[in-house]
């Protein structure tokens, strides 16, 4: 199973599965805020369908993430500071997204 296909889930929608699956009174649920829970339970994402047109850039994705990757060092040389601007890292991200490249 991979893990960046999870998603952390809020107490609220944990309450709402005990709810459901035990079916408890409304005491009960009420009472489900005075426990703590020391765990953490996920769920899986949901699917993206993505277009052809996205898919397509799939190639072309990997040889510019490569280009960026060797271009850090002429980044820092010219500008200074280690990294991209974060609405470029923003664009990238977006565009790695709707291709299904889990990059965190």
Do not use: C, H
Request: aromatic residues 22%; glycine residues 6%; positive net charge.
């Amino acid at each position: 199973m991979s893990l960046s296909r999870l998603e952390r889930v809020d107490f609220l929608e944990i309450k709402s599965w005990l709810y459901k699956g035990l079916e408890l009174t409304s005491y009960q649920y009420s009472r489900l805020d005075d426990i703590y829970i020391p765990y953490y339970f996920y769920k899986q994402k949901e699917k993206i369908e993505t277009s052809f047109k996205w898919r397509s850039t799939i190639p072309m994705f990997g040889i510019i993430y490569l280009l960026l990757i060797i271009g850090l060092p002429f980044n820092f040389i010219f500008k200074g500071n280690w990294g991209y601007n974060e609405k470029f890292i923003k664009i990238f991200k977006t565009w790695a997204f709707k291709v299904g490249i889990n990059l965190n």
